[in-house]
C-alpha cells in the first residue's frame, strides 16, 4: 500500500492501459481511477444474455513481447487466460480461401469465462468509479477533474489517459507536450453485431477474417474454451462500412449485416432469439507504429492506449507498461 504522503494520480478509462497502470502504481501512488461505462473493461469488453455469451470488442490476443508474457503467466497458471485453438478460415468475395488451425499456430489466447475476466484480475479489486464520465480537466494548486454532471475531484498531483486518442486530445490541454503528436493518431470506428441462434449448429470455421465484404470478422463465440454453449455469433463490420453507415438505424445496420452475413454462411435466420448491436467510434488503429511514450513531466499528464502502440491487447499492455515505468520516475 502507499504511504499517506503519496503522489495522487487519476486514471481516466478502465479497461487493459488503465487498470494496468493502476497495477503497476498501486504500491507507489494513491490511484483513482474513472470509468465512463457501468463496467470497467473497456474493448475487452462481455455481454452476457439468457444463455448467450459474446465478446464484442476484443476477439483474442497474442503474446509476442517478453513483458507480456511474463505479465500473463500467472492467469495462465490459474486458468484465467487459455489457448482458443479455433478453425480459423480467410474468406474472399465470400469463398473461403484459406484454412488453418491455430493449435498448429502461435497461441492467440482469450481470458475465461469472459474477455473481461482477465481485467478483473488485473484490477486487484481496486475500487472504479463507474459511469464517471469526465468532460474536463483544469490545473489549480492540483489537477481537477470535471465530470459531465458538474461533479468535481480534486488533489491530483498526476493525471493519466488511457481513453482513445482523439478523446484524449479533447481533453487535456493543449499545452500538454505531446498534444499535437497525439492529435494525427486516428482511430477507426466498428459495428459489432451479436447473435443468439435457437437451434445448435454447426460451421465450417470458429474464426474468419472476411475481405471484399462490408465484414470483417466472424466468430462463433461458443467455440471458444469456457464459454456457454448456446450457439452465440459475434460478427464485425469493416471499417470501411461503418465510417459510410455510422449514422444509420441500428435495424438498419442489422438487416445490412444480416443480408451479407447470409451470403457467407448458411444458417437459419428465423432461427435468431437475439439480436443486438454495439457501435465502438473508436476500435481501430490502422497506423501499427509504435508511437513511444506520452509522459509530460512538466504538466505533470500521460496519456496510453493500444493507439500508441500499434494497438491490439497486448498494445494496450505494452504502453501502459512503458508509461508506468516512466512515471515513476517522477514520483
Known amino acids: 500500500m502507499p504511504k499517506n504522503n503519496a503522489k495522487k494520480i487519476a486514471i ?29 473493461g473497456g474493448r475487452m469488453a462481455t455481454r452476457t444474455s439468457g444463455d448467450y455469451q459474446f465478446d464484442h470488442g476484443a476477439q483474442y490476443f497474442t503474446a509476442r513481447s ?22 480459423f478460415v480467410e474468406i474472399n468475395r465470400e469463398k473461403i480461401q484459406s484454412k488453418v488451425n491455430w493449435e498448429d499456430e502461435e497461441p ?12 478483473e484480475k488485473v484490477s486487484l479489486n481496486q475500487p472504479v468509479n463507474t459511469q464517471a464520465k469526465i468532460a474536463s480537466i483544469e490545473q489549480r494548486e492540483h489537477w481537477t477533474l470535471i465530470d459531465e454532471t458538474g ?31 497525439i492529435k494525427h493518431i ?13 437451434a445448435e449448429q454447426s460451421f465450417p470455421f470458429d474464426a ?7 465484414l470483417a470478422w466472424i466468430s462463433i463465440n461458443n467455440t471458444k474454451p469456457g464459454r456457454q454453449k448456446a450457439t452465440s455469433l459475434v460478427v464485425h463490420s469493416s471499417e470501411e462500412f461503418a465510417k459510410q453507415h455510422r449514422d444509420r438505424e441500428p435495424e438498419e445496420i442489422l438487416d445490412a449485416q444480416l443480408s451479407q452475413l447470409s451470403n457467407i454462411i448458411d444458417f ?18 490502422s497506423d501499427h507504429s509504435d508511437h513511444g511514450v506520452f509522459v509530460d513531466a512538466s504538466s ?32
Not at 435466420?269 to 465502438?280: A, N, V
Open 300 to 331: 505533470r499528464i500521460a496519456a496510453c492506449g493500444d493507439w500508441t502502440q500499434g494497438g491490439r491487447v497486448e498494445g494496450a499492455f505494452l504502453s501502459a507498461f512503458k508509461t508506468s515505468q516512466k512515471l515513476l520516475e517522477h514520483l
Open 108 to 119: 492467440r489466447f482469450v481470458a475465461v469465462p469472459g474477455m473481461r475476466s482477465l481485467l
Open 66 to 87: 517478453t513483458e507480456f508474457q511474463e505479465f500473463l503467466e500467472p492467469f495462465i497458471s490459474d486458468r484465467t487466460v487459455q489457448r482458443w485453438n479455433a478453425r
Open 208 to 214: 474468419a477474417r472476411v475481405k471484399g465484404s462490408n
Open 268 to 285: 437459419d435466420t428465423d432461427g435468431i432469439e437475439y439480436k443486438s448491436l454495439h457501435r465502438w467510434l473508436y476500435a481501430n488503429n
Open 151 to 181: 461533479k468535481s475531484f480534486d488533489g491530483f498531483d498526476w493525471v493519466i489517459t488511457t481513453i482513445p486518442s482523439h478523446q484524449a486530445t479533447s481533453l487535456l490541454p493543449e499545452s500538454f507536450e505531446f498534444h499535437g503528436a
Open 186 to 198: 486516428t482511430m477507426e470506428p466498428c459495428f459489432a453485431v451479436m447473435l443468439g441462434l435457437r
Open 12 to 40: 481516466v478509462g478502465a479497461g487493459m492501459a488503465g487498470l494496468t497502470c493502476a497495477r503497476i502504481l498501486y504500491d507507489h501512488a494513491q490511484v483513482t481511477m474513472f470509468e465512463k461505462s457501468r463496467n470497467p
